[in-house]
């Protein structure tokens, strides 16, 4: 069975563009999240969806940081304008549903603003 | 006081080492408890849930203290190929926090 998948895997750009990564769930899973992974701040969650519905943004940074589940199977992450203070790797994981807390990651996006 | 706090080590121990490594909460009303396993460059993957029993897989055991708030993770027999960073994670309200993870050497 194929796990979460995020594209690209790797994000090279310069300061000031617009940077969207991209997220697939495991197929059936209902509820999505965005994390963000730094050394100095570790795993943080930035957004989460359940059934294509955000439910809490309160870890988006700013509003530079948006993000959106058009449909159950594609979530995107969307930077603009984007900052050095942005580098750090961006994890999409899923969850089953509201009775199961497992959450499964993606490999992830290694985001880095020059 | 962070939400999920835990020691980053490194814990180096030899092969075959018992290793144990804590993980202190402090939301008395968590809920569900994790232990996820991170090597270098890679995606967090789920090792364990934690019960309230506590529970066992293979060389791993999970333990979940309510009263003292913390979960702790053992590593029986250690192999080289345990060697990683090792995340706890609290859920609250369906959602996980995690700690910053405790990293692990086996050496030979």
């Known amino acids: 069975d194929a796990g979460v998948i995020q594209s690209p895997r790797h994000e090279v750009t310069e300061m000031g563009q617009e940077v969207t990564l991209r997220c697939k769930p495991i197929?059936?899973?209902?509820?999505l999240f965005w994390y963000r992974q730094t050394m100095m701040r570790g795993l943080e969650l930035l957004i989460y969806?359940?059934?294509?519905?955000?439910?809490?943004d309160s870890g988006m940074p700013e509003d530079r940081f948006s993000a959106k589940m058009p449909n159950a199977s594609f979530s995107t992450l969307k930077i603009q304008p984007s900052e050095p203070r942005d580098s750090a790797v961006y994890f999409c994981?899923?969850?089953?549903?509201?009775?199961?807390?497992?959450?499964?990651f993606g490999p992830g996006t290694r985001l880095t603003v020059t | 006081r962070k939400e999920v706090e835990q020691d980053p080590g490194p814990f180096n121990v030899p092969e075959g080492a018992t290793v144990a490594f804590n993980c202190t909460y402090s939301?008395?009303?968590?809920?569900?408890f994790f232990w996820y396993r991170q090597d270098c460059r890679k995606e967090p993957k789920l090792l364990m849930s934690?019960?309230?029993s506590g529970n066992e897989d293979g060389r791993f055991t999970a333990q979940l203290n309510r009263a003292s708030q913390y979960i702790s993770l053992l590593i029986r027999d250690s192999k080289l190929s345990d060697s990683a960073t090792y995340l706890c994670?609290?859920?609250?309200?369906?959602?996980?926090?995690f700690g910053t993870g405790t990293q692990l050497k086996v050496e030979l």
């Open positions: 994981a899923s969850r089953l549903g509201a009775d199961s807390y497992e959450q499964y």
């Open positions: 197929s059936g899973h209902n509820s």
């Open positions: 969806f359940n059934n294509n519905v955000p439910i809490d």
């Open positions: 939301n008395s009303a968590s809920q569900s």
């Open positions: 934690v019960y309230s």
């Open positions: 994670a609290v859920n609250l309200r369906n959602k996980l926090t």
